[in-house]
């Protein structure tokens, strides 16, 4: 199983948004890189839900429920399916993973701008029991 990271914005599609939709194609990103993340994608794949700009915080957690198809926006891009796994019980924010020097490698740190990116399984651990406390 691999981990990702997936940014929304809360005014544009939240958390309460996907719960209620209880799937969602995850669409839009016009990033090769981030493009190349969602190619890699594969069904049963944990993602934290990021709030970013508004909130700038690890929010909750979902899942991937269809690997890459094309974008219904535009063919020449991907996109993928997500669906609600939990709502973390405390958001854990950039503020907090920017100050731990276990999380001083992570994508969202080191390449802070990408949408869609890879958390390694450590950092998954590690911030998961963040949000526990």
């Excluded at 890189?33 to 909130?55: I, T, V």
Aim: net charge positive.
């Amino acid at each position: 199983m691999n981990y990702w990271l997936v940014k929304s914005e809360p005014d544009v599609y939240s958390w309460d948004d996907l719960v209620k939709d209880k799937k969602t194609t995850w669409d839009g990103v016009r990033n090769f890189q981030a493009r190349n993340n969602l190619k890699a994608m594969k069904k049963g794949d944990l993602a934290f839900f990021y709030y970013s700009n508004e909130g700038k915080a690890i929010v909750a957690m979902v899942e991937v429920s269809k690997e890459a198809f094309p974008d219904p926006k535009d063919a020449n891009w991907v996109a993928v399916e997500i669906k609600p796994k939990a709502l973390l019980k405390n958001s854990v924010s950039l503020a907090t993973i920017k100050a731990d020097k276990k999380l001083s490698t992570m994508a969202l740190v080191t390449n802070s701008r990408l949408s869609v990116q890879p958390v390694k399984p450590e950092e998954f651990d590690y911030i998961l029991a963040l949000s526990e406390k």
